[in-house]
């Protein structure tokens, strides 16, 4: 996002920026807690997630290095919706809540961009939540591998199994029968909590439609 704006105004916005090294598991918000940054990821990456009854969570989006994290505050609200969870670590870029929100009030571009970016968004979190309900865990698991891929620009990655059953809404055990079925065909390898993509030609054949619906959405990641 940033890289798409015009070069005097991405350098006004790097005296506002720091960078700072997002930890896996690091929650950067709560629902109902204020947002008091916003986040630009590089190679990280961060999962939203609805949260249930205080501990039931289910992720509805991800934003990597083509977004942000902190969109609401383009909205008008500071008051995080969602939990963002690091589920990828890495180098992002941070800005001051106050900051960003001035900012965003004088430049016409910074408005643009992310008022593309945040309808790109919610089209993913639409479509995550209808895929979530229609389309089988194998083939989720496989859309979702090829998302954070996309994001983290590697085949590798570190996620256990219980972790994914909140990204994917779906008991371990469900995980457990899809992640082996996707290893079987020789499309993964999964061990010790870390992930490999063996055939990623083979795993978008394997994925849901949702795939190639939500990378359009976005554009080129």
Request: overall charge positive.
């Amino acid at each position: 996002m940033l890289a798409a704006l015009p070069r005097k105004q991405y350098q006004r916005l790097l005296a506002g920026l720091e960078s700072v090294a997002l930890t896996f598991g690091e929650v950067l918000y709560e629902p109902g807690e204020r947002i008091r940054h916003v986040y630009f990821p590089n190679d990280s990456l961060v999962s939203l997630l609805t949260v249930v009854e205080g501990h039931l969570a289910l992720e509805v989006g991800m934003v990597g290095r083509e977004g942000m994290v902190g969109v609401p505050l383009s909205l008008g609200t500071d008051v995080s919706p969602v939990r963002a969870l690091v589920q990828g670590a890495g180098a992002a870029m941070r800005m001051k809540s106050a900051r960003f929100s001035e900012e965003i009030r004088k430049s016409p571009q910074l408005q643009q961009e992310v008022s593309r970016y945040t309808r790109a968004l919610m089209a993913q979190i639409t479509q995550t939540a209808a895929c979530n309900r229609f389309h089988v865990v194998e083939a989720r698991l496989a859309r979702w591998l090829l998302m954070t891929r996309d994001r983290v620009r590697s085949d590798e990655f570190r996620l256990t199994h219980a972790f994914l059953g909140h990204m994917l809404g779906v008991r371990r055990v469900g995980v457990t029968t899809a992640a082996r079925a996707l290893q079987k065909r020789k499309l993964i390898d999964y061990s010790r909590g870390k992930i490999k993509i063996l055939d990623r030609r083979g795993l978008e054949g394997a994925a849901c439609s949702c795939y190639e619906l939500v990378k359009d959405m976005n554009g080129s990641v």
